[in-house]
């Protein structure tokens, strides 16, 4: 009887803790964790850590964010994260080093590219804009192809692309 009680909890806990330990696998989401890093022509280490959530026949702006207007955390799941190692410019203003919540303003014509000084929301819960370090306008562009998982490019250059669908919304970091 002993035995069989004590055979009966072991199981039960290693059921319990191979569940705990596959719920912190992020990389089984619908839509996983990516991270692209680079070093740009100033030295600055310049790395986004985001969410690629995928478009499956969506249409952005109505069954899947962004949505026009709105505050979009630039990903999907916990908020985007952007870090400079060094003081940098983006698109001629200044941003200083640190890791910031990456947000994103749709509109017809233009962009707004938004760094957070809070990186460690849950998508754009709990985001503030008296928080903001800085906003910069962009015009967004169109790819010449469609890109089905939300891609973020880093060049050596400085050039940063969001892509998805046949969307490309950049900036440039010196």
Not at 57 to 71: A, L, N, S, T, Y
Not at 110 to 122: A, P, Q, V
Not at 149 to 157: A, D, G, P, R, V
């Amino acid at each position: 009887m002993k035995k069989s009680l004590l055979l009966t909890t072991l199981t039960a806990l290693l059921f319990i803790t191979y569940t705990v330990n596959a719920q912190d696998d992020k990389s089984t989401r619908p839509s996983p964790p990516a991270k692209t890093t680079q070093t740009i022509g100033s030295g600055a280490v310049v790395s986004i850590d985001y969410s690629q959530p995928s478009l499956k026949g969506r249409i952005m702006g109505k069954d899947v964010e962004p949505m026009k207007d709105q505050v979009w955390r630039a990903g999907a799941n916990e908020a985007t994260v952007f870090e400079v190692s060094k003081n940098v410019s983006i698109d001629g203003k200044s941003l200083p080093s640190g890791k910031y919540g990456l947000y994103m303003i749709s509109g017809d014509t233009d962009w707004t590219i938004i760094f957070n000084k809070t990186s460690t929301n849950w998508g754009a819960d709990g985001y503030k804009e008296s928080d903001d370090a800085l906003r910069v306008k962009v015009k967004p562009g169109k790819s010449a192809t469609s890109t089905e998982k939300l891609t973020y490019t880093i060049s050596k250059e400085g050039k940063i692309s969001l892509l998805w669908g046949t969307l490309n919304v950049g900036f440039t970091v010196k």
